[in-house]
Each structure stands twice: as structure tokens, then as C-alpha cells.
């Protein structure tokens, strides 16, 4: 089974930005959709941002226009990234990406002054 691995998430200032990666073990489908979540302590994991097979891609409510997925254009690299700007205390949460029917083991971000 495919594996994912996540990095990038640290602890950043409130207004600062960081940008997550998560690098796949193998060769993904294009029929996959690729998707960042996140969950916070005592709170449900949510979907921030995705990447359908085909259509557009979709932000949550609380992150649009903050918040950016994008896939490597290097194809070869079986990466996608979430850059995350203007960070806010509500966005600290463990961050996990989702690809090919597997998770990655999170990243933490932690945003706080």
C-alpha cells in the first residue's frame, strides 16, 4: 500500500505562513483525489482542501483565500502541498494529507504568540 509522508508544520506566529508537503512512496493515480485535513484537540477531523479527479478545487470556509493545495508539477515527485498563509491561533491542529486511499501520520502546526 502507498505511503505518505507529511512535513512542514512548526510553530509560527499569528499572520505567518508555513507550507506542508506530502510526498507519496509510489506512483498515484490521477483518478485519485488528493485532500488536506486537520484536526485539533476535541474536534472532529475536517477537510481544509482538495483536489478532485476532476473538477474544481475546494477550500473550507475558513481557510479560502488563506489557504492553497497544489500538486508538484514535476510529476515524478508524487507531491502535493498545502501553503498556508496569514496563519491564525484557530488553525493549530495536527494536519494530515490524504492520497490514493492512504493517510499521512500528521504534521503539527501550532500557531500562537
Known amino acids: 500500500q502507498v505511503q505518505l509522508v507529511e512535513s512542514g508544520g512548526g510553530l509560527v506566529q499569528p499572520g505567518g505562513s508555513l507550507r506542508l508537503s506530502c510526498v507519496a512512496s509510489?506512483?498515484?493515480?490521477?483518478?485519485?483525489?488528493m485532500g488536506w485535513y486537520r484536526q485539533a484537540p476535541g474536534k472532529q477531523r475536517e477537510r481544509v482542501a482538495f483536489?478532485?479527479?476532476?473538477?474544481?478545487?475546494?477550500?473550507a470556509d475558513s481557510v479560502k483565500g488563506r489557504f492553497t493545495i497544489s500538486r508538484d508539477r514535476d510529476l515524478s515527485k508524487n507531491t502535493f502541498y498545502l501553503q498556508m498563509d496569514n496563519l491564525k491561533p484557530e488553525d493549530t491542529a495536527v494536519y494530515y494529507c490524504?492520497?490514493?486511499?492512504?493517510w499521512g501520520q500528521g504534521t503539527q502546526v501550532t500557531v500562537s504568540s
Open positions: 490524504h492520497w490514493g486511499g492512504a
Open positions: 483536489i478532485p479527479s476532476r473538477g474544481e478545487t475546494n477550500y
Open positions: 509510489e506512483n498515484i493515480s490521477p483518478l485519485y483525489a
